[in-house]
């Protein structure tokens, strides 16, 4: 595996009426200083730099490099970023280094770099790498645990591959990390609030040339600094964002097989376990909610020194061969794939001690790094019919030795493959290092984000962890739960990621699953991830008792419904509270209770307030031109979702298209209204307005036309 080699910290900052200077290249014998997006960068001739931000606060960041400064010199140019002005120089620690500090003209963004001009320790003479910033000391902080889905965690040390948020009482915060080799980057946390980023101790030398990244991300509010940061790195990694609707495996329902499932290493003994779960997916099927998937977990391939399905060992032992058991797939995975109709996802472990691969392939530690593996594994994959590969374990037993090179070719060899077979990945049980490094592939698409059997006790993490998850281009998951767990249905479903269930046969709720696709299997779900409010992030961060809410959205050409989901935490009841405005819904709304069926109308500028317990979920709906606050499917959680609401505008009156799935014959739509509206059809038919003037909700059936859709006038 090749490496390229050149240090970088990136800094990010919210500023209105951001402007670049000009600047001249050539050396400067003094002080140096460029200004991009309000952010001025500093470096004078002893060694210290400094990079000062006016907004979202008057802070500076400043540090030193521990040596005279020469060649002093700026240029500008362009990167996968943006435009930008830089500061270059020279210094001497251990071996002469160079390293650069770059403002960028429209992202608002300042990369710091350094690149060794030998090979040199690991640690440099002056006891600390670059960059080295004493930061603001702000009260509140978060980052992710070195563990299993890397838990979040309010305060404390960071573990030295997470990225550390820090943000004050007005939620104006930064966000550092490393944006580079991150399997073996080390966040330090010094004296006086220094935050630096270097490499772990289990690397000794670097190379010459060697490079190393870091990010640093300011913002107004923590839900833009983490999606600005997030944006940055996968500029850097070379990735976009993945539509919710990407693949079957995002677009549609799916049926999973792992803990927690009722066919986890079970099955029934009169059908086989490929027979119980082609029962499973016809039972579905009967029931009119058919599925888009299916996965395999770890039972699928045979593991151990037994080299047998179940295993044996510690946790059963990890993958004697990457195959279809024999003794489960008597005609091979491709022969089940065609019998169950359904594209699949296939689970992978570490490899086992005992497995010949030990002996075919170079390894490191417990993983494969050889090309020549993972080109065959994706090849059997896809003729097998498999579209998604889920690498768990990678807290645990899936990981490289930590050096500068295995980590990095497990993964790297893993995605670069798949990706040449058009298979999508998954990772599960990530450590914060796993998260950042989906910035680098494409394919990797979903993240499991919290532990294993979705349920209320795992609901904090899943929503913490999915605004780290989403903020980097990854679509959250939050495991498997049951279809009549209504509260865990509801929730996966606003992650506006995949959703899969895992139901004994028989035991499937149709009211439930109704709720969340159409009739065709399709997922109607938010745009985004659902996360917490940055009110929530300061309310728990002083009170770690504090309620959750937390929100996600779908937007229609300039009107944004949102979709607001929040639970006590106290063991009992607790009042909550949000104003439309802060989730992106403007002017006046109307907020509707799901569950009970009511609502209350919000005036602009106002706030809504309740007391909820278990969970309780509301519908937040602007209120248009026309006075009608248009809530969308009554008959679907995600009411406005872009699956089944396409468009919606209001100048006066309501027009909206509703998408139909195959077979569906119509929809019944609702919203307040201060008086009962009309409803006509332009395509398809609009049944008579059934309005309650006393709550002034409205109802109205609609049915398909042409390409399975209806347009409606409502007003």
């Not at 991830?529 to 937390?550: C, F, G, N, R």
């Not at 606050?629 to 089944?644: E, N, P, T, Y």
Request: with cysteine; aromatic share 10%; proline share 5%.
């Amino acid at each position: 595996m090749a490496h390229k080699f050149r240090v970088a910290v990136i800094v990010v900052v919210f500023a209105a009426g951001s402007t670049v200077n000009a600047g001249a290249v050539g050396a400067q014998p003094s002080s140096t200083s460029i200004t991009a997006a309000g952010i001025t960068a500093a470096v004078q001739p002893d060694g210290t730099y400094e990079v000062r931000a006016q907004q979202p606060a008057a802070w500076t960041f400043t540090g030193s490099v521990g040596a005279k400064v020469t060649d002093n010199r700026t240029r500008t140019g362009q990167d996968a970023i943006g435009s930008y002005r830089e500061i270059d120089f020279g210094y001497t620690d251990t071996v002469a280094r160079t390293a650069s500090i770059r403002v960028y003209q429209n992202t608002a963004a300042v990369l710091f770099g350094s690149t060794t001009g030998a090979a040199s320790p690991n640690v440099p003479a002056s006891g600390v790498p670059f960059p080295s910033l004493k930061a603001p000391a702000l009260p509140h902080q978060e980052s992710f645990q070195d563990r299993a889905f890397s838990t979040y965690k309010f305060g404390g040390a960071p573990a030295p591959d997470s990225p550390l948020l820090s943000f004050d009482d007005q939620a104006n915060g930064f966000l550092f990390s490393a944006a580079d080799n991150f399997p073996v980057a080390k966040l330090g946390v010094g004296a006086g609030n220094t935050l630096s980023e270097g490499i772990a101790a289990s690397v000794t030398t670097l190379p010459a040339g060697f490079t190393h990244q870091s990010i640093l991300a300011l913002g107004k509010g923590i839900g833009t600094t983490y999606g600005t940061w997030g944006s940055a790195l996968m500029a850097l990694g070379g990735k976009h964002r993945v539509p919710n609707d990407a693949n079957t495996t995002l677009n549609k329902l799916g049926y999973w097989t792992d803990n927690g499932a009722e066919y986890y290493y079970k099955y029934d003994e009169n059908l086989g376990y490929t027979g119980t779960l082609l029962a499973a997916a016809k039972d579905f099927a009967d029931h009119g909610i058919p599925l888009g998937y299916m996965q395999l977990d770890s039972w699928w391939y045979p593991k151990g020194s037994s080299n047998t399905w179940q295993g044996n060992g510690n946790l059963r032992g990890g993958e004697y061969t990457y195959r279809a058991a024999p003794d489960l797939f008597q005609q091979g995975l491709a022969a089940f794939r065609d019998q169950v109709g359904l594209p699949l996802i296939t689970h992978a472990r570490w490899v086992d001690p005992a497995s010949p691969y030990h002996g075919q392939y170079t390894m490191s530690g417990n993983v494969v790094t050889d090309p020549r593996f993972w080109e065959g594994t994706m090849r059997y994959l896809a003729d097998s019919g498999v579209v998604g590969y889920e690498q768990d374990w990678l807290s645990d037993g899936a990981q490289a030795q930590y050096n500068l090179s295995d980590p990095g070719a497990f993964v790297d060899n893993m995605a670069q493959s798949a990706a040449a077979k058009g298979i999508d990945l998954q990772y599960c049980m990530p450590l914060p290092w796993n998260y950042l490094q989906s910035t680098k592939y494409q394919n990797l698409q979903t993240t499991r984000v919290s532990n294993d059997r979705f349920e209320r006790g795992k609901w904090d993490e899943y929503l913490f962890d999915s605004h780290l998850a989403g903020s980097l281009g990854e679509q959250p998951w939050s495991d498997v739960f049951m279809s009549k767990e209504t509260d865990n249905l509801l929730l996966s479903l606003l992650s506006g990621g995949m959703v899969g269930v895992g139901d004994k046969i028989g035991d499937l709720s149709t009211t439930n699953l109704g709720q969340t696709v159409r009739g065709d299997g399709v997922l109607v779900k938010p745009d985004t991830a659902i996360v917490p409010l940055d009110s929530t992030y300061l309310a728990i961060a002083k009170d770690a008792q504090a309620p959750m809410v937390a929100a996600t959205h779908s937007d229609h050409n300039g009107l944004r419904d949102a979709y607001v989901f929040a639970y006590a935490r106290n063991g009992g009841s607790q009042s909550i509270g949000f104003s439309p405005a802060e989730l992106g819904v403007n002017g006046a709304a109307y907020v509707y209770d799901y569950f009970s069926g009511k609502g209350r109308l919000v005036p602009a500028g106002g706030r809504f307030t309740g007391t909820v317990s278990d969970g309780s979920y509301y519908v937040v709906s602007p209120v248009g031109r026309s006075g009608i606050a248009f809530l969308g499917d009554a008959g679907k959680f995600v009411s406005a979702g872009s699956k089944r609401i396409s468009q919606v505008s209001d100048q006066g009156r309501v027009e909206t298209t509703v998408q139909f799935g195959a077979g569906e014959r119509s929809v019944q739509l609702h919203g307040y209204a201060p008086a009962a509206p009309k409803a006509t059809a332009t395509s398809g038919t609009a049944g008579p307005v059934s309005y309650d003037a006393a709550t002034r909700l409205f109802t109205v059936s609609v049915t398909p036309g042409p390409g399975q859709k209806a347009q409606v006038q409502l007003g």
